[in-house]
C-alpha cells in the first residue's frame, strides 16, 4: 500500500476525491496570469483533494498527515494568482470550501468559517445591520475569507482602510497547526500578522473575526478624459478630499478600458482613459460639482443607467484590480501585468514619469489606497509581453525610479516581495510546521539556511521583529 493509499483508508470519515483529472483541477488556480508561472507550474496536481467540513476533521486531517509524511496545501476558492494554492510537492489539496458559515455578528465585527466567501458574508451583515467588511479584493464574489488574508493584500476598501498589512483590519484567526498532535491557536494584535499572507505555510485558519464598516448602495461611476494624466490627477484629487466617501478609486489608461471592458464598450470612447468610482451616495452631489468643475466626462452611472443598460454589466467591482488584468487576458492571452508602490508624497509625479518611459508598453492601471495614513497608489499596470529578459527589465526601470515591484511572476514569499520572512517568522514556522509539510516550496528561507533574513528589500508586509519594535 502507498502512503497516499493508507492516508486515503485513514481518511475514510472525511470527504476526499481522487479522481487525478479533478484533483488536478482542483489543485490549479490563476497562476497562468503570468507567463513565467505558466511554464513553471502548469504540471502541479496533488494527489488528493480533501474537504473538511468542520474543525474536528481539519485536526483529524492534518494528524493523518502529519504522520504519513504527506504535504497539505489549504485552498480556499483558487484564485490567488502566483500560484500560491498550488501543491508544488504533491500530497493533499485541503479545501476549506466547505467550512462558510457566519458564526456571529456584532456592531462592528463579524465570525465566520474559513471558507466563507466574501460577498456572502456581507449579504448576512447588511441584512443583520447594514455592516460590511472593510475591504475585498475584486474576486468578491468568488473568493473565501480566510484566502483573502492568508494570499491577498487589500482592494476594495482599501482607499479608507489600508490593507490587510494594517494593524486593525483583521480581528482574530483560529488556526490549526500541523504537528503531531495538532494545536487550536487563537491569534490577536501583532500575532495575527505571522499568518497574513503566508500562504498557508505556517498553519491552517479555521475561522476568522474582521471588523465592518457601515454598508451603503455604493454607485458605481466611470468618467472619461483624454489625457491618462488628468484622469490620475482626478483620482488623486477626489482621494484627497476627506469630505467624501469613496469605496474604490482607480485609473485605466486608454486604449485598455475600451478594448478589454466589453460589455462597457458602448458607453467608452477608445481614446478616454477612464476613472473607476465607487461613491457612496451622500457624497454624489459633492462629487458631481467637483467632476464638473474639473471637466470630467462621466461617461456611466448606475443610477441613472436603464434596467435595459445594466442588463449583463459587470459592477465596477469586477473591472478593477485584477479584475482589469482578467478582462485584458481574455481579449488578448499575450499580455501580462505588474505589481508596483508608488509612495507619498512622490506618487504622481513617479507616475507620470513611467507613463513617459513606457507608453503604450505598459497601458496605467492604478488603484488609489491608503498607506501609511497617506493617498498612495498600487499599480496593477498591463504589460504588453514580450520576453521574461523585458519583463525583468521593466521590473528594474520601474526599481531605478523608485518604485518597489512586488513581483507576480514569483510563487514564492519572498520573490513575491510582498511578505518579509525573518527570524521570528521562521521561528514560528519551526513551531507550527515543524516538518515542513505545509504548502511546502513557498518559503525559501525554511529550505535554504543561507537566505538572508535581514535583506533590506522592500515588502509590503513588513518583518514581524520590525513591527514588534516600531
Ligand atoms: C480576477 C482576480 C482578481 C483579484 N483581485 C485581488 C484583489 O483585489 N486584491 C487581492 O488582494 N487579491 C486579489 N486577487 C488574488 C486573490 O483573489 C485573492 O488573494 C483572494 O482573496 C484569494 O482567495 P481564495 O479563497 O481564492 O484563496 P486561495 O487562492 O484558495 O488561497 C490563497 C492562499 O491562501 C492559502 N489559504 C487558503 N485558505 C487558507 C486557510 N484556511 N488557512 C491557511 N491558508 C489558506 C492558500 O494556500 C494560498 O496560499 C485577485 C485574483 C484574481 C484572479
Not at 466567501?117 to 468568488?142: C, F, G, K, W
Not at 498553519?203 to 484622469?231: C, H, K, N, Q
Not at 478589454?260 to 465607487?278: G, N
Not at 519583463?391 to 525610479?401: A, G, K, P, S, Y
Amino acid at each position: 500500500m502507498t502512503d497516499i493509499a493508507r492516508l486515503k483508508a485513514a481518511l475514510a470519515d472525511v470527504k476526499v476525491e481522487d479522481n487525478p483529472a479533478i484533483v488536478k483541477q482542483k489543485s490549479r488556480d490563476f497562476y497562468w496570469y503570468s507567463p513565467v508561472l505558466r511554464r513553471q507550474l502548469d504540471h502541479v496536481t496533488a494527489d488528493l483533494f480533501v474537504s473538511p467540513k468542520n474543525e474536528a476533521e481539519v485536526i483529524h486531517v492534518l494528524t493523518a498527515c502529519y504522520a504519513a509524511g504527506v504535504p497539505v496545501t489549504p485552498r480556499g476558492s483558487g484564485t490567488g494568482n502566483y500560484g500560491q494554492a498550488m501543491p508544488l510537492s504533491g500530497g493533499v489539496v485541503l479545501s476549506l470550501a466547505e467550512m462558510r458559515a457566519v458564526t456571529a455578528i456584532a456592531p462592528g465585527r463579524v465570525v465566520a468559517e474559513a471558507g466563507a466567501v466574501l460577498a456572502a458574508i456581507d449579504r448576512e451583515t447588511r441584512a443583520h445591520s447594514r455592516q460590511e467588511i472593510r475591504m475585498h479584493p475584486s474576486t468578491y464574489n468568488t473568493a473565501s475569507l480566510a484566502g483573502f488574508i492568508a494570499g491577498g493584500s487589500g482592494g476594495i476598501g482599501s482607499i479608507n482602510w489600508g490593507g490587510l498589512r494594517d494593524i486593525g483590519n483583521v480581528l482574530r484567526l483560529r488556526v490549526v497547526t500541523m504537528e503531531e498532535t495538532p494545536r487550536v491557536l487563537e491569534l490577536s494584535g501583532l500575532d495575527l500578522l505571522k499568518v497574513m499572507h503566508a500562504y498557508g505555510t505556517n498553519g491552517i485558519i479555521t475561522e476568522v473575526e474582521v471588523p465592518l464598516d457601515a454598508a451603503y448602495d455604493w454607485i458605481d461611476v466611470i468618467a472619461g478624459f483624454d489625457d491618462y494624466m488628468d484622469a490620475v490627477r482626478f483620482a488623486d484629487l477626489l482621494a484627497n478630499r476627506d469630505g467624501l466617501l469613496f469605496k474604490e478609486i482607480a485609473t485605466v489608461a486608454a486604449p485598455a478600458p475600451y478594448d478589454y471592458f466589453l460589455r462597457h464598450q458602448k458607453f467608452l470612447r477608445r481614446e478616454q482613459s477612464v476613472v473607476l468610482l465607487m461613491v457612496a451616495p451622500h457624497a454624489l452631489d459633492p462629487f458631481l460639482a467637483l467632476a464638473a468643475r474639473e471637466k470630467a466626462d462621466i461617461r456611466y452611472r448606475s443610477d441613472t443607467a436603464t434596467d435595459a443598460e445594466k442588463k449583463g454589466l459587470p459592477p465596477v467591482v469586477e473591472l478593477t484590480w485584477n479584475h482589469t488584468t482578467l478582462r485584458g487576458l481574455r481579449v488578448d492571452p499575450t499580455i501580462t501585468y505588474l505589481q508596483v508602490l508608488y509612495r507619498f508624497p512622490g506618487h504622481v509625479g513617479s507616475i507620470a514619469r513611467l507613463t513617459e518611459i513606457f507608453g503604450d508598453e505598459v497601458p496605467g492601471h492604478l488603484e488609489f489606497i491608503r498607506f501609511d495614513g497617506n493617498v498612495a497608489c498600487t499599480g496593477l499596470p498591463i504589460v504588453r509581453y514580450s520576453s521574461d529578459e523585458r519583463l525583468d527589465e521593466i521590473i528594474r526601470i520601474h526599481e531605478d525610479n523608485g518604485c518597489p515591484i512586488f513581483n507576480p511572476h514569483r510563487y514564492t514569499l519572498e520573490e513575491g516581495g510582498m511578505k518579509k520572512t525573518d527570524a521570528v517568522q521562521l521561528a514560528f514556522k519551526r513551531e507550527a510546521d515543524p516538518r515542513g509539510l505545509l504548502n511546502p516550496g513557498k518559503m525559501i528561507a525554511w529550505e535554504n539556511p543561507d537566505f538572508d533574513l535581514d535583506s533590506d528589500q522592500v515588502y509590503l508586509f513588513p518583518g514581524l521583529a520590525q513591527t514588534a519594535a516600531e
